[in-house]
């Protein structure tokens, strides 16, 4: 345990030395530590390698250093030799690109190919990284005649875990490597990665796309996406289903509005029925998301009808997923389109039998109260909130209390003459309540007959 402390603070120690100092003590203390008989002290020596090697030349670099380093990435122990391929990045800029040719790329290869899944692995994350810190002269050569053979071995490699990460990384070659090589090459290996068995791996190609759009285009992937994208909408997994879902407005800008309406308009929808409540909730955050991108005008003529049709369903669960959609939509396609269209059907649904519903109706209408214009909000949504204020249940008085409060500070904000009785501090308020804040006439120009005549319905309008 003092050799594990002193290792993991061995390299900073190193930096503010003097540099015969490094060379003297530090190094013979790293080979040491190195070379430990516990794989906990070793590992972290690896660590203490990349602050040391920023501190020499390289001619010390390669005598003082590489023999250890080599040594490292061929530990006994899968733990080192993980910590080597974590740190490969850092220690790629440590040694700088000649000993990164020499050493670094052989040492890389073994890794890749290493007997324990998690080394791969860790490997495999950083592909990317190490193609991009290449050198520009020669780099796509050393790609493709020493990286990319190996790729293509863990492309179907036994681990899922190896797979899912070098799917994570391995769409970022595309910009390195250019177009030709990306059709030739790396195509085949996304196309084969979009057939995986395993839904993490399919998730990490599809959530990477943009690389590949900017270089190839998309239509290259399209007929091969598809059943991919497909498979994910609908794995048990309910948070595989989520993740796709996430990716659908990254996907449906790339794709183009035509190829969405034909293959993934019918997932978006089948989603909003899903049993799972976060992809109920996701997929109506989604559907704002594609109207921004592809414009009201089509949501007038895509999403909205559909979306509607919902408020007939048997299931409860189903018609407040209505109510979800309007809330969302509505700020997206504006006041034309939410008055005409969405306000009848949050009007008609406040008769529904089940409370629950009743009182989304209430949050709704305070939800897009914002958006309608006063005539609206005078005749038809105040009535409505007016009659939820007398309903039997007790959540669906509150809400329509909370919404009337919100529609009447709107409407006195446009100069639109409304009750007192409709102020945001009489709502909710006690019968005795009310007589006790107003005295005979006051501020009202009513006498106490008035007073005793405010019933409950009044208080809540």
């Known amino acids: ?90 220690l790629q800029k440590a040694v700088g690109p000649k000993i990164t040719l020499n050493d670094l790329i052989p040492a890389f290869q073994n890794l890749l190919k290493d007997c324990e899944a998690e080394v791969r692995a860790a490997a495999a994350h950083k592909v990317k990284e190490l193609c991009e810190n290449l050198p520009s002269e020669g780099r796509e050569t050393i790609i493709m005649n020493q990286i990319l053979p190996y790729i293509k071995e863990l492309v179907s490699d036994t681990n899922q875990h190896v797979k899912s990460a070098l799917a994570s990384v391995i769409m970022g070659l595309s ?147 209505t109510l979800f959609c309007i809330n969302a939509l509505s700020e997206a396609c504006g006041q034309e389109i939410t008055t005409k269209q969405m306000l009848p059907i949050v009007l008609k649904m406040a008769g529904d039998q089940v409370a629950n519903v009743r009182f989304n109706v209430a949050k709704s209408l305070q939800k897009i109260g914002p958006i309608l214009d006063t005539e609206a909000l005078q005749e038809e949504v105040k009535p409505i909130l007016q009659k939820l204020g007398q309903d039997e249940d007790v959540d669906v008085k509150y809400f329509a209390q909370e919404a ?23 709502l909710g308020a006690d019968k005795n309540h009310f007589r006790r804040s107003r005295g005979p006439g006051e501020d009202s120009g009513k006498g106490p007959a008035y007073q005793l005549h405010v019933n409950t319905r009044d208080t809540l309008a």
């Not at 590489?66 to 974590?86: G, H, I």
């Not at 084969?192 to 068995?197: G, N, P, S």
């Not at 989604?286 to 007038?300: I, S």
């Not at 009337?404 to 009489?426: C, H």
């Open 404 to 426: 009337i409060s919100v529609v009447a500070q709107r409407l006195r904000k446009l100069d639109f003459p409304v009750k007192d009785s409709e102020e945001p501090s009489a």
């Open 175 to 321: 910009t390195i490597l250019g177009k030709e090589n990306t059709i030739e090459h790396l195509l085949p290996l996304f196309l084969a990665q979009l057939k995986d068995e395993c839904p993490e791996v399919r998730l990490n190609i599809i959530s990477n796309l943009d690389c590949v759009n900017e270089v190839i285009g998309i239509r290259q992937l399209s007929q091969s996406l598809l059943p991919a994208i497909v498979e994910l909408a609908e794995d048990a997994k309910w948070r595989v289903r989520l993740a796709i879902i996430e990716y659908m407005p990254l996907l449906a800008g790339q794709l183009g509005v035509e190829f969405f309406d034909e293959k993934l308009n019918s997932l978006c929808m089948a989603w909003l029925v899903d049993h799972v409540y976060a992809i109920r909730e996701a997929a109506t955050s989604n559907l704002m998301k594609l109207v921004q991108k592809f414009g009201t005008e089509w949501a007038q003529n895509t999403i909205v009808p559909k979306v509607l049709v919902m408020a007939n369903d048997p299931n409860y669960l189903h018609r407040m997923t």
């Open 1 to 90: 345990m003092v050799r594990r402390a002193a290792a993991s603070k061995l390299g900073e120690f190193a930096k503010v030395l003097e540099l015969d100092s490094v060379k003297s003590e530090i190094v013979p203390l790293f080979a040491n530590l190195a070379s430990d008989e516990q794989d906990s002290v070793r590992l972290l020596a690896v660590e203490a390698c990349v602050s040391i090697a920023q501190l020499l030349s390289q001619d010390d670099l390669e005598a003082l250093v590489m023999p250890t380093l080599r040594q490292a990435a061929e530990d006994k122990s899968w733990r080192v030799r993980y910590m080597v391929a974590d740190k490969f990045s850092e």
